[in-house]
C-alpha cells in the first residue's frame, strides 16, 4: 500500500492522519513533531461498514458520527452506537475516525474500551500483508496497541451479537463529552436466564480500558438477582487499579466503578429475556 | 389578541426585545476578530516562558534561535527596558498598598511560571515557535512562595525585597462594638471558606497587533480589549509617544469578562518589539499560554463568624480575608479591588450595624490576580448567604424567613451598609417575594419532603445580593489611576438622514451596540434600521471609560441618550426655520419631523440633511444648522450605582456518586429600566452558567513547586 511505503521512505519520523482529533491537539501542543504526516483519509480499503457472515467489518475511516448513526452498527455491534453519543462533541464526532480513537489508545476513550467489550479483532496492515489481533491482546499500555511502527489500522472486526447477548453502556462525566470518571460497557450472553459469558470493561480507571474478570467470574452461570450484582460489585474493587490522581482519588474511581456496574447489571437484568 | 402597549408606539425600541444586529455578520463567519487582521510586512511574535515559579535568569543564550529560519528578532528583558518604562499596580486610596515595579519581560528574574522571559520575532507564528525551542536559559531556582500562610511566614523568602515582605495591602474595617455583640449574642455561627482561583477562559484569547510607524510617528494597536483608551493611555506614557499619536483599535471581540482590560507583559513587550522592528507584530494566546499569563481571580480563604440574637435577628459580622494575588498587582486597576469588595459587600443586604473586617492581600509565585467578572461578590455572597443559613439552622427558622426578617426593609432608603458603601435605592423584599411566588417555594418543600422518603435527595437553596455597578470617579479616578468614569459619544445625521453614532463604550459580544442604538433610535426620533453604531476605536470615538462594571448601559447608554436629545433639538431648530414653525410645537418619529400634537408629518428628516448640507443658502440668515453633536456624561453623588436581586437553586443528588443535577435555577434581578430583554436574559443566563462553572467546575490549581497543575481545558 502506497501510504505504508510513505511511512517507509520518511523513516521513523512519520505520522498517520486521518481525522486529527488526537494528533492535532498534540501537535498544536508540540508534544508531538514528525517531519512527515501521512494523509491516509482517502484510501477506500480503510472506508465502509459491511457485514461478513457473523462478522461485521468497520473500515477504521468510519467517522465518528457515522457510528452514531449507522443502522448495521446499531444492529450489529450496539455498544459503539450507545457509547457514541458520549465521544466528545459533534465537531469533533463529524471528524474523528473509529480507527484513529482505537489505535491512540486512550485510556478514557470509550471506544476502544467498547471494541474490547465486544470482543472486536483488529485487522492491521504492514507491507508484508495484513494480520488480525484480538482486542485482548491490542491494547498494550498507556497509548500502546499492538500496532508496530509503521503498521496501519485497517478495519475492526466485531462479531455480531446475537439474541441472547444483553449489552449495556454507562458513563460518569462532569460533563456531557468530557472524560469520563468513570465508564463502563457490559455485553453478557444469557442463556436460560443465566450469564453464559459476560465481557465487563471499564475506561478511564488504568492505562489501559480494563476487563473486570473477578467481576466477571462472579457472574458466570448465575442469574442477575440483587445476590449476583452485589458479588460482582465485591470483586470489581479487585479488578481495578486506578491510578493516583489529585482531583479523583483511586478509592473515588473504584466506588464509582461499583456504582456504575451495579447500575449497568441492573439494566441487563430488567433488558427482556 | 394581544394589547397595543407603550412598546408599539412609532420609535418605541426602549424596553423591547431586538436582536443585535452584529449577530447576523457574526454567525456568517463574517467577524473581524485581532486573530483575522492581516497587515502588510506582519510578522508574529512568539514568547520563551519560565519553568520556574521562582527563579534568578542567570544566563540567556538566544543565538540558535537568531540563527532559526525566518526569525527577525530575539528580545530580552534589557532590550525593552531601553524603550519601556517600568509600571506599579498601586492605587492611592488603598492606604499602604505596595506593588514593585514591572517590565515587559524580566531582567533578572522571574516570579511566576509560565512567565515570559524572552520575545521570539519571525515571518510566521509556528517559525518563532520553533526558535523559540532553541533559546537556552539558565535559571538558578529560589524557593517558590506559594501558600498564603507561608507568604506570611516570618521566614518567607520575600519575593520583591525592596517592599520588605509578601504582604501587598492590609485593610481594615470596625464600626466597634463587635466583640460585646459576640460575647453577648445567643447565636455565633463561624466557617472558613475556600475559593480557588478561576479564570475567563474566553473563547477568542488575548491577541494583539502593534504597528509603529517611526515616518510620523505613529503607533497603531489593533487590540483585543475592552478598554482601548485606557491602553492608549498606557501605550502613550510607558513608551513616550504622543497620546494624539498613538491609536488603539478594538475590533470584535470575543468575550472578556474583565480579563481583558489589565496589562499583560506580552502585550506590553509587543508594543516594543514593533517599536524595535519598525514593522507590525502580532501576538496571540494559545490556550495554554492563557492560562499562566490571562489574569486568575478569587484565591481567597475567609475565616467569618456571624452573631445573632435567639430569635435569629442577625447582629454583626467578623470577617478575615487572606486573598494570594501573585507577584505584584495587576495594572492598572490592581490586585485590590477584588478582596476591598470582598469585604466590603460582606452582609450588604442586611441590617445589622456591627461589622469588623481584616484583609490581607499577598504576593505568591503565581500568575497576577485582578478584576474577573462579579469582582469579589460570589465570596462575599457565599460567606453571607451560608452564615445566614446557619443562623437559620440554629434557630429553627426557614431560609425565606430569615432573609425577611434581616433584610433592610424597602422603604429604608437611602441607607449605607456598616462597610461603608452607600445605597440610594434597593428592593431585597419585593424580590424575595417574586423569587418565592415563581419558584413554589411552599410546592418544593413539599416534593422534597415526600421525594426524600423514595430516597430522592433534593436540594433547595436561595442567596440574596447587593450589587456593584456603574463606578463613579470616587473609584478610579480619586485613587490616582487614569480610568474615566465618563462616557462620550458623537453623534451626526448624513446627507441622507441616516444617523452615526461613535461612542466610547464598546461591544465585546453581549450587545453594546444593540442598546445604543435602540436608545438613540427612540430618543431622536428615527429607525433602529438607520442608524449606524461604532465603538472601539480610539481614532474615531471620544475618550471615555468602555466597559466594564456594568457601565456600558448604565455610563454609556445615559450618553447616547442626552447627545440624542441634544442632536433632536439642534434638528427641531432647523425643522422649525425650514417650516417657519416653533421648535416645541415639532417633534420626530420614524425618520420625519411630525407635528407634536397631531403627530402629522410636516417634513422628512433627510430633506432637512439635504437642505442644511447642501442648500443652507435657502435658510433664513443665521441659521448654520449643528447635525452633529459631542456629548459627554459622567455619574454624579453616589460612587456605585448599587443594584440587588436574589437566586434560587434547585437541584438533585446522587448520594452514590457525588454528583449533583442541576432540577432548576430563578434569578430575580432589580436591573431598573430593561432596555432590552432579550439582552438582559442572556447576560444573566450566562452570568448563571458562569458562576455555576465556578462553583461545581471550576480551579486553577498549583503544585507546591508553585505550577499550574491544570494548564489546559483537557485537565
Known sequence: ?273 | MTAITALDRPNSYIGRSVPRPNAKRLLAGRGRYVTDIVLPRMLHGAYVRSPYAHARIVAINADEARAAPGVRLVAIGEDLAKLCTPWVGTMDHFKGMKSPPQLPLPIDKVVWAGQAVVAVVADTRALAEDAAELVAIEFDELPAVVDIDAARGPDAPVISPELGSNLCFHGKIDTGGVEDVFAGAAHVVEEEFLFGRHTAVTMEPRAIIADYDASEPKLTVHHATQTPYQFQDIYARHYGIPEACVRVIAPDIGGSFGMKLHMYHEDMAVVGLSIMLERPVKYVADRMESFVSDIHARDHRVRARMAADADGNILAMDVEDVTGIGAFSAYPRTSVVEGNQVYRLMGAPYTFKNYRADLQVVFQNKVQMSQYRAVGHPVACTVTERLVDMIAAKTSRDVFDIRSGNLIPDDAYPCASPTGYKFESLSHHACLAKIRALMDYDGLRAEQAALRKQGIHRGIGIASFVEITNPSPAFYGVGGVRISSQDGAIIKITPSGDVRCLISITELGQGTETIVGQIVAEHLGVDRERIKVITGDTETTPHGGATYACRGAGIGGETALQAAKKLKANVLAVAAAILQDEPDRLDMEAGWIVDAASRQQRIELAEIARIAYFRSDTLPPGTQSQLSVAHHYAPEGYPFAFTNGVQACHLELDVETGFVKLLKMWVVEDCGRVINPLLVDEQIRGGVVQGLGAAFFEECTYGDSGQLTNGSLAD
Not at chain 1, 467470574?217 to 460489585?233: F, K, N
Open chain 1, 1 to 273: 500500500m502506497e501510504a505504508l511505503d510513505a511511512y517507509e521512505q520518511a523513516g521513523s519520523d512519520a505520522s498517520y492522519i486521518a481525522g486529527g482529533q488526537s494528533l492535532v491537539p498534540a501537535l498544536a501542543l508540540r508534544l508531538q513533531a514528525p517531519d512527515v504526516l501521512i494523509d491516509i483519509a482517502h484510501i477506500p480499503d480503510l472506508r465502509g461498514i459491511e457485514l461478513k457472515g457473523n462478522w461485521l467489518r468497520i473500515g477504521a475511516l468510519t467517522r465518528h458520527a457515522e457510528v452514531l448513526a449507522h443502522p448495521l452498527i446499531r444492529q450489529h455491534a450496539p455498544l459503539y452506537s450507545d457509547a457514541a453519543p458520549h465521544v466528545a462533541h459533534p465537531a469533533i464526532r463529524n471528524k474523528g475516525t473509529l480507527g484513529g480513537s482505537i489505535a491512540h489508545a486512550d485510556p478514557a476513550s470509550e471506544f476502544p474500551a467498547m471494541t474490547l467489550a465486544l470482543g472486536a479483532e483488529l485487522e492491521i496492515a504492514n507491507r508484508n500483508g495484513t494480520r488480525r489481533v484480538a482486542a485482548d491482546a491490542f491494547f498494550v499500555d498507556l497509548f500502546q496497541t499492538a500496532i508496530e511502527p509503521g503498521e496501519l489500522l485497517v478495519a475492526i472486526h466485531v462479531p455480531v451479537v446475537n439474541a441472547n447477548h444483553r449489552w449495556a453502556f454507562h458513563e460518569l462525566a462532569r460533563r456531557r463529552g468530557d472524560y469520563a470518571l468513570v465508564g463502563c460497557g457490559i455485553l453478557a450472553d444469557v442463556i436460560d436466564g443465566a450469564i453464559a459469558q459476560i465481557r465487563i470493561v471499564f475506561f478511564s480507571v488504568g492505562n489501559t480500558p480494563v476487563r473486570a474478570a473477578k467481576a466477571e467470574h462472579a457472574l458466570i452461570g448465575r442469574v442477575i438477582d440483587a445476590d449476583a450484582i452485589a458479588a460482582a460489585q465485591a470483586a470489581v474493587i479487585h479488578d481495578l487499579d486506578p491510578p493516583e490522581d489529585e482531583n479523583v482519588p483511586p478509592a473515588m474511581r473504584r466506588q464509582l466503578a461499583r456504582v456504575v456496574l451495579g447500575r449497568l447489571l441492573g439494566d441487563i437484568a430488567r433488558q427482556a429475556p
